[in-house]
Every structure is written in C-alpha cells, then in structure tokens.
C-alpha cells in the first residue's frame, strides 16, 4: 500500500467530482429532496377525516358530543338527516366513518357508561380503520369522563387505563418515519455515488489509463472511496440537521454514536456501490442495478413501513441481508430512545459483518485487467 498513490487517485477523484456535479447532487441535494418531500408527504397520523353524522333525537348531550368531534383535529364531521343518506355518502368516498347516534343516547351515556353509538367505518384501508376506531373511542372517553364530572357523578367504566407512552408520547408519526427515511436515503446515496465510478471509467475509457499504471487494485478502490464516503457523511449530517430543526424530531442519543453508526452504515452502502459498479461497465445499468438491489429492498424489508415481526417467517430470514434494516433500528433508537445497548450493539455487529462482505467482494471482483 503506497499512500502517495492513494492521495494522488483521491485527487484526481475530487476533480471528477469537481468537472461532474451530478455526485455533489446525489450527495446533497437528493437528501434535500427526498427529506422534504417524504417528510411531509408520508404520514400515518389520520388527520381531517371526513365522517358523516347522524342523531336521530338531538338533546343538548348529542350537541355536546358532536362538539368534541368537530373540534377535535382528527374529523372532519359533516351533519346527514338520517342513516340511509350517510350510507350513501361512503359508498361515494365522501365520508370514511358513520357516527350514529341513536334515540336512547341522552338516556345511557351517564346511566350505564356503555356507549350507544352505531359507528361504521369503510374497512378499505385497514389501518386507516384501526386508527378511526381508537380516535373515536379515545374522543367518546373524554368526552364521557368530562360529562361525568360536570355532573358530579361517578364514571361507570369497569377498568381505569393509566397509559404511560414511552419514546414517542406525542404519538407523532413523522417522528418514527423520519429516522428510517434517512437510512433509505442513504442506502441510495451510498449506492449510487460509487456505483457510477468504475462504470463511469470504462465508459469514458480512462480504465485503461489506470490499468498500466503501478497501482494495486487496493489503492484504486480505496482512491475511489475515501471522497465518496467523506460526501455521504456530508449528506448525513445534512439529513440529521433537517430532522431535528426542520422537522423537530428529538436526538435522545449522543451524536458520537449517531456519527459512529453511520459511518459504518455509510461503507456498507458505499461498499454494495462499488460491488455493483466492479461488475457493470455501463452507467445507466449501474444505477439500475443500484436501486433495485439497494432502494427497493430497504425501503420495504427493512421496518421502515412494514414490521417485520408481522412478515412470514421466511421474509424475516431474508431481511438479515438488507443492511438498511439495521440501520433504520439503530436510527430510530438513538433518536427517540438514546443510547440502548442493548439494541444497537447487536445491529452494529450484523452491519459490521455486511460491510466486511461488502467490501470484501469488492476487492476479490476488482481485476486489473480489460477482459
């Protein structure tokens, strides 16, 4: 190993980088792009909803319950005469819910605590349903709790939940997505920044240039991805400044072991980029390549959106090759846990061992020669 060959090869690098700004853009405006857009665009807070209400003998107590529904952030209540017209107002998509509240509602809200409401909910989208169902029964305990003490009665509720939400006690959804959306975005930015090297150098035919020189293929390799890495951790400290001021996500954990985490995650990305672009010769399929081999599979196996508990078990199994799985749960972890042991030495160890694959076959693929 001759550093004075490296240095000069990572020189030559940077004005690669320098005459072609498309890595500058993959580097920091892509994170930029795809933060803002994924950020505000995905979420899985239901917010708005449009739900169709129905009273059968209005009292000041329905009036008083659909209070607590139309202000409450999550509905967007709008007034039916009667059951048949909100039936029909969800088979057109204008309401997600039937709220119905039947003649004896005034009579068993405080009498038996039970809750005299018919409500119906389009099942299309079964955790949009979920997610209504909790809201209305969260709203309808509030609201039955609140009556109760104006009234000076006692609350006839078989069982009192003390809930107590750890890590995320706003509920806030983007607060979970945020962190795995850095790590599939950094899958992407580490595939893509070195899977266009080697390819770019066969394209432009200055591989052959390289190929006479003294160089080992350890030099070229490491000449090619010291400037890439030092970009990709660019990027990173510019997804993690987006989260926590522009997106108010807390950072619980220390930033030595968010840097260090993401350093190692960084090589395993930039190392299944440079496996790719060894075997391809051609830009356009290396990036091709890069993201069905690197995008696709972080993004869905790897408990950004999708548990993988809830996977078949052979799923699961597969999921262990996906290096973006282990960084989603460490990012998520130091972000809204902190610094857990016993949950982040485990996934470093399994990124540790893809990285060293990774990189591994990079090196055992790469020939110095034109066949």
Not at 64 to 88: C, I, K, M, N, V
Not at 113 to 119: E, R, T
Request: aromatic residues 8%; positive net charge; hydrophobic residues 55%.
């Amino acid at each position: 190993m001759n550093f004075m060959r490296v240095k000069g090869l990572m020189r030559k690098e940077v004005y690669e980088i320098v005459r072609d700004p498309s890595s500058i853009a993959i580097a920091f405006v892509l994170p930029l792009v795809l933060l803002l857009i994924f950020g505000y665009g995905v979420s899985l807070d239901a917010r708005g909803v449009p739900v169709a209400e129905v009273v059968d003998h209005p009292t000041d107590l329905t009036a008083s319950f659909l209070g607590e529904l139309e202000h409450s952030p999550w509905f967007a209540p709008t007034r039916y005469p009667d059951q048949a017209s909100a039936e029909r107002a969800m088979m057109q998509g204008r309401a997600q819910a039937i709220i119905w509240l039947r003649s004896d509602f005034s009579r068993r809200a405080l009498s038996t605590g039970s809750s005299p409401i018919h409500l119906t909910i389009n099942g299309v989208d079964a955790n949009q349903a979920r997610i209504i169902q909790n809201y209305v029964n969260g709203t309808w305990q509030t609201w039955l709790a609140q009556q109760a003490a104006l009234h000076g009665q006692p609350l006839a509720i078989p069982v009192a939940a003390d809930v107590r939400i750890w890590f995320n006690p706003a509920l806030r959804s983007r607060d979970y997505l945020i962190p795995g959306l850095i790590a599939i975005i950094m899958t992407l930015i580490g595939a893509l920044l070195t899977a266009l090297v080697v390819s770019r150098e066969w394209e432009r035919g200055t591989m052959e240039g390289i190929m006479v020189t003294p160089v080992a293929k350890t030099e070229i390799l490491l000449g090619k991805l010291i400037p890439y890495f030092a970009m990709g951790m660019g990027g990173m400290v510019l997804s993690t400044a987006m989260a926590v001021f522009l997106f108010q996500v807390p950072l619980r954990g220390s930033l030595m072991v968010l840097c260090g985490t993401a350093a190692l995650f960084l090589l395993t990305a930039l190392g299944m980029g440079l496996m790719i672009s060894v075997l391809a010769r051609s830009q356009f399929v290396a990036a091709m390549v890069a993201i069905v081999t690197t995008f696709l599979p972080a993004f869905i196996l790897s408990g950004f959106l999708f548990d993988i508990r809830s996977m078949p078990q052979p799923i699961q199994i597969l999921t262990h090759i996906v290096a973006a799985r282990y960084f989603v749960a460490m990012l998520q972890t130091t972000f809204l846990a902190g610094n857990l042991r016993s949950v982040i030495l485990p996934n470093v160890l399994g990124l540790g061992v893809l990285c060293v694959v990774f990189l591994g076959l990079s090196v055992l693929r790469f020939r110095k020669r034109l066949d």
